[in-house]
């Protein structure tokens, strides 16, 4: 600890302090204080915490040279090395966290640790510190094909998830072979993100195939928990076991929506709502039937609307209006309905122009559609916003919504909704006025080709 030892020391001299003074400053026994300076004891991370703040410095000012002088340049101990992570990772300095686990993982006697403080700031929603030691620890057993490997990259495939629906099919296509690997448990989980990944990205045979092994999977963890006794085995699935199930014939009905198959949509519906029918539930499995509940009605209603059922439309706005979250679903769909089948659903947008104007403000945007999923539902919203109030003749609004639309997709990188905007504009460009012309041509010229 040269270097701190001698900042310490030319600090005591600047400042004019005795060795006693600074010592009860820093709640530091001066014997103690005398021996780290002399360099005849280690200095803890607590100490240095100490020091530092009794030397009027920043919190982790001298960490840098700390992780080189005791990690990098001598031998590490783990007594030191886990809590110098931890409060790397409270004050964010990432860097000297993957300059020093980098040096460490080197020596594969602490990979173990590593893992466990990884899960541990995993756990606490340290989430960039926790990437850095996955990437660390899955580099160093990429050739175990282990249990934990799969851990680990099922972690950074959570962990790396963007706007980009390029980034998210990298990070799924790497992801996909390390399922078999995980907990059987696990797994469940797994597919579960992996399919939701797949959904946002409109891979509907990829959303297929996972969603009928997630079943599959379900249903055989089912039997196998129906074969046991009670058993006071901590559960591993963030769920009960039959929500997989139900929430598997729930991504096949999207599959069917995607494709405009409604009848078969309503089909497997009907069948996620008899799973839910659980005897004897307990307050965390209704919680999770009563969303399904909520699912079903609104998806049914949806459907019936898909299929030209205008008649349908009021219940619909009832429902939605009665479940909030479902508000932004609802319209797109009412709105899908209404450009297919040219019905006027002026006085849906009426009706709900309040929340509407809430999705348009500034703060909720920013609050709300960094969620990636989210993002590309807000790109639905007001794509079918645009061609409805363009077929309406409302050129000012349809632009608007347009111009929303383009910029969202850009700003995902969505290719292929970019085009459907493009297209949109140049069949009304000669509605578009002069502000919004001067918004259409900035939004293009941030765009580029995507790289694969």
């Known amino acids: 600890m040269s270097n701190i030892r001698s900042y310490i020391e030319s600090h005591l001299k600047n400042k004019g302090y005795k060795l006693q003074q600074f010592s009860e400053m820093a709640d530091i026994n001066v014997g103690t204080l005398s021996a780290i300076i002399k360099g005849t004891r280690l200095m803890s991370m607590n100490q240095l915490d100490l020091i530092t703040s009794a030397m009027g410095l920043e919190q982790g000012y001298f960490y840098d040279m700390y992780g080189v002088e005791c990690f990098i340049d001598s ?3 783990w007594r030191r090395l886990e809590p110098f992570i931890y409060r790397c990772a409270e004050l964010g300095k990432l860097d000297i966290i993957e300059q020093v686990i980098t040096h460490v993982t080197d020596d594969q006697s602490y990979i173990d640790e590593l893992f466990d403080v990884a899960e541990s700031l995993y756990s606490k929603s340290m989430n960039e510190a926790a990437l850095i030691l996955y990437e660390c620890v899955a580099d160093s057993e990429k050739y175990q094909h282990s249990e934990r490997l799969a851990l680990c990259q099922y972690r950074i495939f959570l962990l790396q998830k963007t706007l980009s629906k390029y ?3 990298n990070a799924a296509v790497k992801f ?5 690997k995980l907990n059987e448990e696990v797994q469940l989980d797994a597919i579960k993100d992996l399919a939701n990944v797949y959904n946002t990205i409109h891979l509907w045979d990829k959303v297929d195939a996972w969603a ?3 079943e599959r999977k379900a249903e055989f963890q089912l039997k196998i928990q129906s074969r046991r006794r009670k058993s006071n085995k901590r559960r591993l699935t963030a769920y009960p076991l039959f929500t997989y199930v139900a929430y598997a014939n729930l991504l096949i009905s999207s599959v069917y929506d995607a494709r405009k198959e409604y009848e078969n949509v309503l089909k497997y519906i009907e069948k996620y709502l008899e799973i839910v029918e659980v005897e004897n539930p307990t307050q965390e499995d209704q919680q999770i039937i009563d969303l399904f ?8 209603y949806a459907s019936q609307l898909m299929l030209g059922q205008e008649k349908v439309i009021n219940s619909y706005l009832d429902y939605i209006e009665n479940n909030p979250s479902e508000i932004l679903a609802g319209l797109i769909n009412v709105l899908q309905a209404a450009n297919q089948y040219s019905f006027n659903i ?3 947008l009426d009706r709900f122009k309040d929340q509407i104007n809430l999705f348009n403000t500034d703060m909720y945007i920013k609050g ?6 989210l993002n590309h539902v807000y790109q639905d919203f007001y794509y079918e916003l645009a061609n409805y109030q363009m077929k309406q003749r409302n050129y000012s609004l349809g632009m608007d919504a347009l111009l929303m639309c383009l910029d969202l997709s850009s700003s995902s990188k969505d290719d292929l ?3 459907k905007c493009v297209d949109l504009y140049g069949e009304y460009r000669s509605e578009a006025n002069a502000t919004q012309i001067r918004k259409y041509k900035n939004v293009i010229e941030k765009l580029s080709l995507p790289t694969f």
């Open 176 to 180: 996909e072979p390390y399922i078999d």
């Open 368 to 373: 709300s559609y960094n969620d990636q999923m």
């Open 75 to 77: 031998a590490p101990h």
């Open 167 to 169: 980034d998210n099919l």
């Open 417 to 419: 909704m970019c085009i």
């Open 212 to 214: 009928r092994e997630l």
């Open 346 to 348: 002026d006085y849906a």
């Open 293 to 300: 509940l909520i699912w079903g009605e609104g998806n049914q």
